[in-house]
């Protein structure tokens, strides 16, 4: 479900329309009725473990790319 207000209307219920933000709800910030910006939750990032790939990738991935397959790139 979308839920537009106006800039006015968001500053009085920026509370109310930050927890619906938060449950999932598309929240648009509108100015003259237009939309002007979005409201979403913040999606925590999983940190990285340095070396998790060790020893997964083979070949040589720093090496000069073959014709064909930039090629394929583009």
């Known amino acids: 479900m ?3 207000a106006n800039i006015h209307e968001a500053k009085t219920r920026f509370s109310q329309l ?3 933000a938060h449950a999932g ?3 648009i910030i509108a100015k003259a009725g237009r939309p002007y ?3 979403v939750p913040v ?3 999983q940190s990285r473990e340095p070396g998790a790939f060790r020893g997964r990738i083979s070949g040589d991935v720093c090496g000069p790319t073959a014709t064909d397959e930039l ?3 583009g």
Do not use: H, K
């Open 71 to 73: 090629e394929a790139w």
């Open 2 to 4: 979308t839920i537009q």
């Open 37 to 39: 910006a979005r409201l």
């Open 18 to 20: 930050l927890e619906r």
């Open 43 to 45: 999606v925590e990032v």
């Open 25 to 27: 709800e598309e929240v």
